[in-house]
């Protein structure tokens, strides 16, 4: 007679296999957001008309305007080629969404500011953007990276509506003319913009510079620009 047949035991999966499917599911979704985030979101795509690349003009560029007025307005639109900069802008929404590339669409993946501008409960800006780029995500990462609040939001604004929310505390993060002039010359966030990682387009000129001219522009009235004005064009 023929011997019977004994079935074979069903193998089942091993610590290590599962241990491979658990960490996979977290590795995909994981995947997918940097790829949103550093990949897609961070490539320039030239949309937009970005600034000349010229070099920041200095106040004393300016010595030559006898009057003090049209001195601070021009200043003050030098000054606007970096705060209505993309890399400005971008984190200045007037809603509650951050914008990416040069062209400002929206933030890929879909976020919102939540409670306090640094994102929703689940997806905080911080669970992607660390305190300095990232050059192999090409994610961009600054200290406490976040939007700024909704009281000053610049996308979508002339340089004389961004000029009269600088003077006005309640639109500026309630800042005097001297910590506004700190703000702009030693945050960490407003330095990201001169060094915003992978192939992203800087802000013109540098930091002190910058700073250097709200200074001035402060110094000599605080005029703000017509209503015409475009960023530089008073130079």
Do not use: Y
Not at 97 to 120: E, Y
Not at 156 to 182: F, H, I, M, S, W
């Amino acid at each position: 007679m023929p011997s019977a047949r004994h079935p074979s035991p069903r193998r089942r999966p091993g610590l290590l296999g599962r241990f491979s499917k658990d960490l996979l599911a977290l590795i995909v979704p994981a995947a997918a957001v940097v790829a949103g985030v550093g990949l897609l979101g961070c490539a320039p795509n030239g949309a937009k008309h970005l600034d000349s690349g010229e070099p920041l003009q200095p106040p004393s560029a300016f010595a030559a305007v006898a009057d003090d007025a049209e001195r601070s307005q021009a200043m003050f639109a030098e000054a606007a080629r970096v705060l209505l900069h993309p890399r400005c802008v971008n984190c200045h929404p007037s809603d509650d969404s951050p914008r990416q590339l040069d062209s400002s669409r929206m933030h890929v993946p879909r976020v919102t500011r939540g409670t306090k501008g640094d994102g929703a409960a689940g997806l905080r800006c911080a669970s992607c953007h660390q305190s300095e780029n990232l050059s192999f995500t090409r994610v961009p990462g600054a200290p406490h990276w976040q939007l700024a609040p909704i009281e000053m939001a610049w996308f979508g604004k002339t340089p004389r509506e961004v000029c009269e929310q600088l003077k006005d505390p309640a639109r500026n993060g309630g800042r005097d003319a001297d910590a506004l002039v700190e703000h702009m010359r030693t945050d960490p966030l407003v330095a990201w913009g001169w060094d915003p990682g992978a192939d992203r387009a800087p802000v013109p000129g540098d930091q002190n510079t910058f700073a250097d001219l709200i200074r001035a522009w402060l110094d000599t009235g605080a005029v703000c620009p017509p209503d015409t004005t475009t960023p530089g064009a008073a130079s």
